[in-house]
Antibody
Framework: EEQLVESGGGLVQPGGSLRLSCAAS????????MNWVRQAPGKGLEWVSV???????YYADSVKGRFTISRDYSKNTLYLQMNSLRDEDTAVYYC????????????WGQGTLVTVSS | DIQMTQSPSSLSASVGDRVTITCRAS??????LAWYQQKPGEVPKLLIY???TLQSGVTSRFSGSGSGTDFTLTISSLQPEDVATYYC?????????FGPGTKVDIK
């Protein structure tokens, strides 16, 4: 059974950094395109970033230049390095998996809460 | 970038009613359109992809249609367990934009 488990969320001051992890089981992260999606409190879903099987990455304009998506083959884990955090980055962050190198998000993690506040 | 809109933003209907939610893309996306259901306090769940393909395990009360720029999600007979927010999403190319959501509850 496929499973995604996020970790690394917490309280951070504006301007600070945080690294989120998404540990995968039941499939190989590097053979599927992987995404981060966030949801601010009481708001809708916002796509954040994708890493394709070949390593190509894309970012939402709202995080471009501040966030970096990556993966570790040996740990079968997806990461999101978040720098220069702002109040508006406060959200639950989900990792989500497609199939192969395209398609909708078939599997989601349970999410990890990031709170940016002084 | 392609923008996604949904209407209505919320609706209230009776049990057994037929419910229709509309999603519109600002440019054509063929059938690269998915619908997700998010119940309060839960993780989003894929309902429909390729505009009209029902995800495995999803009740046939849900159906989707459309192509190009205009899409619909239909609940044939609303049930209490369908109370949720529904999101459409384009996935033809990044950015994989979601619609703003439609909140459905029981009258």
């Amino acid at each position: 059974e496929e499973q995604l488990v996020e970790s690394g969320g917490g309280l951070v001051q504006p301007g600070g950094s945080l690294r989120l992890s998404c540990a995968a089981s039941g499939f190989i992260v590097s053979t599927n395109y992987m995404n981060w999606v966030r949801q601010a409190p009481g708001k809708g879903l916002e796509w954040v970033s994708v890493i394709y099987t070949g390593g190509t990455t894309y970012y939402a304009d709202s995080v471009k230049g501040r966030f970096t998506i990556s993966r570790d083959y040996s740990k079968n884990t997806l990461y999101l390095q978040m720098n220069s955090l702002r109040d508006e980055d406060t959200a639950v962050y989900y990792c989500a998996k497609g199939r192969g190198n395209s398609g909708p998000f078939f599997s989601w993690g349970q999410g990890t809460l990031v709170t940016v506040s002084s | 970038d392609i923008q996604m809109t949904q209407s209505p933003s919320s609706l209230s209907a009776s049990v057994g009613d037929r419910v229709t939610i509309t999603c519109r893309a600002s440019q054509g996306i063929s059938n690269y359109l998915a619908w997700y259901q998010q119940k309060p306090g839960e993780v989003p769940k894929l309902l429909i992809y390729a505009a009209s393909t029902l995800q495995s395990g999803v009740t046939s009360r849900f159906s989707g249609s459309g192509s190009g720029t205009d899409f619909t999600l239909t609940i044939s007979s609303l049930q209490p367990e369908d109370v949720a927010t529904y999101y459409c999403q384009k996935y033809n190319s990044a950015p994989f934009t979601f619609g703003p959501g439609t909140k459905v509850d029981i009258k």
